[in-house]
């Protein structure tokens, strides 16, 4: 073994350092204690950051939220939404009632609708129909429009448009058809139009 001269003469600080005394003076919450501490605090904030959330959701949701003026349409009838003339003239039976992409338990409904544009604004707002199936009991669902890309809208020429839609088998034949504005639906004090037909 070999002696190093310079061992024993450098020495670290931190050896002669005295830990800090600890303060007795001031006692520590015990851990029940903070544990009421924080449930009360909880209790109390809780309802108030829900009121806080609620009134921000509602206050967020209101543009989305839309009266509507609903207007029935008897079966066989023709109705008017902006300057669109719109007429159901029956079910489509020619395609098979389940494809590939339809959920278990639905069906695939189309119907077909005569729309008649009335000026040369109601043949650019025909791609912007909103359309919706209905039953007796307040269930909404969505379905498509699709239109002849072959023949091009024209004032006051009648075009077909195809709406599909996904519906439960059991309610085929008590779903109405609704159609509204789509984008163009209002959000100031007028109601939206919305025409639903009777079949």
């Keep these: 073994m070999t002696y190093d001269p310079l061992e024993w003469t450098v020495r670290d600080p931190l050896e ?6 600890v303060e007795r003076g ?11 501490v924080e449930v009360a605090a909880l209790l109390l904030l809780a309802p108030g950051l829900l009121t ?20 029935v349409v008897r079966r066989g009838g023709t109705g008017t939404l902006g300057h669109i003339q719109l007429r ?9 009632p389940k494809t590939g992409t339809t959920p278990t338990g639905a069906v695939s409904l189309k119907l077909v609708v ?16 909103g359309f919706t199936m209905r039953d007796r009991a307040g269930h909404v669902w969505s ?17 077909q448009v195809t709406i599909t839609a996904a519906v439960p088998e059991h309610v085929v034949s008590s779903v109405v058809l609704e159609i509204r504005p789509g984008t163009l639906a209002r959000h100031g004090p007028a109601p939206t139009p919305v025409l639903r037909f009777a079949h």
């Design 16 to 21: 002669d350092t005295v830990p800090d005394p």
């Design 26 to 36: 001031r006692g520590r919450t015990s851990l029940a204690r903070r544990r009421a």
């Design 52 to 71: 806080a959330q609620w009134f921000d959701n509602r206050h967020q949701s209101r543009p989305y939220q839309t009266r509507e003026q609903v207007t």
């Design 88 to 96: 159901l003239l029956g079910r489509d039976t020619t395609g098979a």
């Design 114 to 129: 005569q729309a008649r544009p009335l000026d040369a604004k109601a043949v650019k707002d025909m791609d912007t129909l």
């Design 143 to 159: 379905a498509s429009g699709a239109t002849d890309r072959d023949q091009k809208p024209a004032v006051g020429a009648p075009s």
